[in-house]
């Protein structure tokens, strides 16, 4: 196994790029394969199987990346027939790269049985090698939910006999936490995507929805919020080109069915997925994103073999269109610049919509013999294919303006460290300075009831905006939005953004007030404010008037007071990342 020493520049050692290596006597099958589609391998048996294809082939190398939660490091698996001593990755003019995600979901095992199949058949030229694309793989990517292993944590599932679990090693759900990014296990998710820089990414799910005939069905990146042509590309061309390839090899596929208890007979929308998840989160790279869901109550042999299609027929179409996509996402990437609208959220579009041919099963309601109340039973002996109203356009719900910049200060570095590790390029204030840009002050939001993967979630947030004149400190940072993660710097430094930063309690502080006042002592003093400020005076007698709680609450009528004066911290709902330009 050849290991990554320098985790930004991939370096290839190899005695021999041309020829694969002498074969060892070691066993290339899986358990997979040995018990008939019915189990799937243990992490160490997964690694242990890599590293004897890569020993094996040339075209096979496995590398260690940075740590995760559990103390074991990522890794990924790469075939690349024509990689050379330079970085197989850098030096790409003429490929695109396909990476794939396993294991987000250790429960959900299909895409780590079918990836090894697949490398192993590409390896040993069962499968034609694509020309014009570099395979990259994560054989598992929550290692410590793999480690875990169990039987019955999957309820609605059928099969494999054993399993690894869904919280990682901190029990965080990995697919909650590409924007805050609390594990190391998205740390170092961040580092390797950003090192690799895929055109093409699949990462592999099992559903657990409604039921239905079909065994896979596909949530590709929202197109509208991709955007531009690349969007279209993916809604016009890439998905109907994947649906028809399958249906040729009969795998028929659907979008993603995005019902809960109930059937999809009434239509369905596209998931919204926004940066917390993985292909929301590629998105902001202006990566082409799918993400597979295969059917939980399907077979595990038929839903392996199904992921292991649908990543051939991946490969195939990135193959014939890499030049194509190569153009569209470069055009894609010089679109969002300064002065441009940029939508920070997003709602269904109902106004357009698309009809579906659907393979269902009817469904009907029942007493229940548990509970006594009405429930849900589909019936597989009455199966049906309608057409269905499927909704998958959004539009905007709400827009910012690109500024030039923004300024992080430099107290902030938990912010910082995750612009680094995305590989956002910062550059550090070298003095003390004045500048003039738009302040946001935090007006309102709202904040869930339950913990969320471990916070408390905002949304809704609304700021008002100001210019003001302000202090820059020397070791401060500035982030230019004339750069390739620029869709990653507006996401999360706009407050409004659906996973903003401050959405996800990074800048919780601000919303505590740090300083206040004694009545007793501010009562004469603000009696004298009073006197000296007129027209405040005026807007408080105003206030009593026309709001009878206000003119009723003593210590309201003081607070009200206190933060129209110099007295009160100009910190307080302050949002301290600032704009400039735009």
Not at 187 to 196: D, E, I, K, S
Not at 390 to 396: A, E, G, I, V
Request: proline share 5%.
């Amino acid at each position: 196994m050849r290991q990554l020493t320098r985790i930004c520049l991939i370096i290839i050692v190899l005695s021999s790029c041309s020829q694969n290596k002498q074969k060892e006597d070691k066993p290339l099958t899986t358990l997979f394969e040995n018990t008939k589609g019915t189990e799937t391998a243990t992490y160490s048996k997964v690694i242990a199987f890599y590293e004897t294809l890569a020993d094996n082939y040339t075209s096979i190398a496995l590398y260690n990346m940075q740590q995760t939660d559990i103390g074991e490091p990522l890794r990924l698996i790469t075939f690349n027939p024509n990689r050379s001593f330079e970085s197989e990755f850098s030096n790409r003019e003429d490929k695109i790269v396909l990476l794939i995600n396993n294991g987000i979901h250790p429960g959900e095992s299909d895409g780590i049985d079918a990836t090894m199949l697949f490398m192993r058949d590409l390896a040993e030229g069962k499968i034609k090698p694509p020309k014009n694309v570099i395979i990259a793989a994560i054989p598992v990517y929550n290692i410590g939910g793999a480690l875990n292993r169990n039987s019955t944590s999957r309820t609605n599932q059928n099969g494999p006999e054993e399993y690894g679990f869904r919280g990682n090693a901190r029990n965080y759900d990995l697919n909650r936490d590409f924007i805050k990014a609390d594990t190391k296990n998205a740390r170092a998710f961040a580092n390797l995507f950003r090192t690799v820089k895929p055109d093409v990414f699949i990462d592999n799910h099992v559903s657990n929805g409604a039921d239905y005939q079909y065994t896979l069905t596909h949530l590709f990146t929202q197109h509208n919020k991709l955007g531009g042509e690349l969007g279209k590309y993916v809604q016009n061309s890439f998905m109907p080109q994947l649906e028809d390839s399958l249906q040729q090899k009969n795998w028929p596929i659907t979008p993603y069915v995005n019902v809960f208890n109930r059937t999809p007979e009434s239509g369905f929308s596209q998931f919204k997925d926004s940066p917390r998840y993985s292909t929301g989160y590629t998105t902001l790279f202006n990566t082409l994103g799918m993400m597979v869901e295969t059917h939980m109550l399907k077979p595990y042999k038929d839903r392996v073999e199904g992921t292991y299609e649908l990543m051939r027929s991946m490969v195939n179409i990135a193959d014939k269109d890499a030049e194509l996509i190569h153009q569209l996402r470069n055009s894609n990437r010089l679109s969002y610049k300064a002065g441009v609208d940029y939508p920070v959220q997003w709602e269904i579009d109902s106004s357009q919509t698309s009809t579906r041919q659907f393979k269902g099963f009817e469904g009907e309601v029942i007493e229940s013999k548990i509970t006594g109340a009405k429930r849900l039973k589909y019936n597989r002996n009455k199966p049906f294919t309608k057409e269905i109203t499927y909704y998958d356009y959004f539009k905007p719900k709400k827009s910012v303006t690109i500024p030039q910049s923004y300024i992080i200060p430099q107290g902030y570095w938990n912010v910082i460290d995750l612009l680094k590790q995305n590989k956002i390029e910062l550059e550090k204030v070298k003095k003390d300075t004045v500048i003039t840009a738009e302040v946001y002050k935090i007006e309102d939001y709202e904040t869930v009831n339950n913990p969320y993967e471990g916070h408390y979630l905002h949304y809704n947030t609304e700021v008002s905006t100001k210019t003001e004149d302000v202090k820059v400190k020397k070791g401060d940072y500035i982030a230019r939005t004339d750069q390739e993660g620029v869709r990653y710097l507006v996401e999360t430094l706009e407050p409004t953004a659906t996973d903003s930063f401050f959405n996800w309690n990074f800048f919780d502080t601000i919303l505590q007030q740090k300083e206040g006042f004694s009545p007793y002592v501010w009562e004469d003093k603000a009696e004298t404010f009073l006197k000296n400020n007129p027209e405040i005076k005026k807007a408080f007698e105003t206030k009593k008037e026309n709001e009878p709680g206000f003119a009723k609450n003593w210590y309201a009528q003081l607070d009200w007071i206190h933060k129209q004066s110099p007295n009160y911290e100009k910190s307080h709902l302050r949002y301290p990342i600032v704009r400039v330009g735009g």
